[in-house]
């Protein structure tokens, strides 16, 4: 009798903010980077995605793989999810045709349903938490032996920075050397409770879409700007080796010193492309304007920003300076979403800023999240697929 | 008896807007740039300062040199005046003892008046035109064989970018290699008569006080950007190469993409910097975008855009151009302040810029000069002080 079973495995993933940026690509097939890249894995209390990957010979072969995003039928039929299907299938056969008791799920559709727990208004980059729980989940269901690092060079494939995702904590994705990829990997750095006290507050700036998409945009700024080639050949390898330092000795007036300048360096670089990329915007500034006030208020580095591709800042601080930190965004920004109001109940302001600088965050942050440093991806029972093979009521 | 003599001199000199950036000093005391530069000099017609230098022993010695800057007391005790102040004297002196007949005008009070046809409050840095005048009014009134270069070389010392400001045309600062400097002076790459279709619209963009001053802002860019050796050591070497080319050639596709790429690389380095500056705002970055869509809608680069250390938007463009370029601004603009309108009468835009362009363009300019390339210093009669001496009632 045929094999009727629905197998699923079930998983969460973090979104992770790099604080030495992934920007460039040196073989755009394989998503190998022109450089190194260090992030912090963000808690998944807060930014998750969960994703439930299932096969079964249910599923008609006609229908091929699937994938439901936030309740919406998405496309897989792009270069870099069939990498990862590709690779993750390879792995699977590997092991099928080394046991042959084992059932060749290789051979079935996969059905993968994933939510995340945090708007898609927010806009924050979502794909890397995306693919790495893709990975992470079909990995589970074929029962893979494969490390975090092996899968990581997976994930890389589907979107680079998800290969950072499959760990918490303190996480580098090393360039490598290799020309088919094989050594560049992501590896942990330190682990969350190495340093838990690093927190997180993002000021999500009133989105308006991206002009440039980030795949697109890194590849200009290869092509075109003269500045970036010292970016890679001198400033992002200084930079990484004082970011693991700072971890490793939890200095925090080293990491956020290093975090704001490296934000700069790849904004700059963007700003150098032709034509030019152009991700912060006047609110954007006004955050970093705001978080030079407050260090210069407590005379130490208390708070450092950084900005992906896209107008929202991510301030990253310690536990000990949340009423500096967050007490001074949080009284001029009181009246948006998102605040933890038991966190921050009392908190004085450590100053009060700049008029321009608070009516343009005002004008423009259109909600705040809360975080902190977190773990990676969590195996999980909740699943988005049912027993019976259907996207699971919520 | 004694000479009771007003001794007088005035002269005009020019703006210029440089299309290879001055960015960062290599002797902040000799103003000696880390990089050569190159501008257009911009028509006296629009934008010009006007000095008279005097000298008389009618002067009080106890008032020493005194400088009336549109009509306010300004302050000639800086290093930088005085370096200009002693240089003009000292050649002064050495006409004198060689011809002990010239009066002995080296050893008189001086008194400057000096006038700018263009509002403050249009937020262009006039210190360049300024400095110009400054020098060449003492050079006339002392008779200096002095030629425009050697000029340069003074006004140099005054505000770096002033040098410029000594020719008409296309001008060239050689950034040079002796340590006192005696090599670093301006020349006329073309002169204006060599490309005269060169234009100029300039958006001025609601002027906030600037946040960090150039002189400051560009040695903090020394010390601090990871990027700024490259764009010194190739970037600025290469954008020079291909201008004098471009001009020579009279190639504005050449001169417009390397004008809007050296703007872009010299912004750049400003937001490598640590603390970050920014100079441009996100009306600034519509005009670029608005810019990109002339040129898309043109097919060719009609416009070039290029930014100073300041908010305001220099578009060049050839004449012939003039429908393109200025017509799809004025489509937007047309309610501010500055249009020439027997110049546009009738004008059709080429586009329809963007809504959100437009819209921060229209929220953000607050008048436009048009204007285009001219002469350098201009030797006139007319004297903003008096033959007793006395400013000129005007």
Redesign the interface.
Known sequence: MADTKVYRASTTAPVNIAVVKYWGKRDTKLNLPTNSSLSVTLSQSDLRTLTTASCSALFPASEGDSLLLNGAPSDVSGARTQACFRELRARRASLEAADPSLPKLSTLPLRLVSENNFPTAAGLASSAAGFAAFVRAIADLYELPASPSELSLIARQGSGSACRSLFGGYVAWRMGAQENGGDSTADQVAEASHWPEMRALILVASA?KKGVSSTSGMQQTVAT???F???IA??VP?NMAAMEKAIAERDFEVFG?VT??DS??F???C??????I?YM??VS?AA?RAV?AINAAAGRTVAAYTFDAGPNAVVYYLEKDTEAVVGSFYHVLGGVDGWKTAAIGGLKPLLALDE?VAGLLQAGVSRVIMTGVGEGPIKTDEYLVAEDGSPAKR
């Open positions: 308006a700007s003269g500045l080639k010292e970016r001198t400033v200084a010193e704001m300048r700069n360096s904004h700059a670089t700003a150098d492309t032709y034509p030019p152009f915007n006047d500034r970093i030079e321009g």
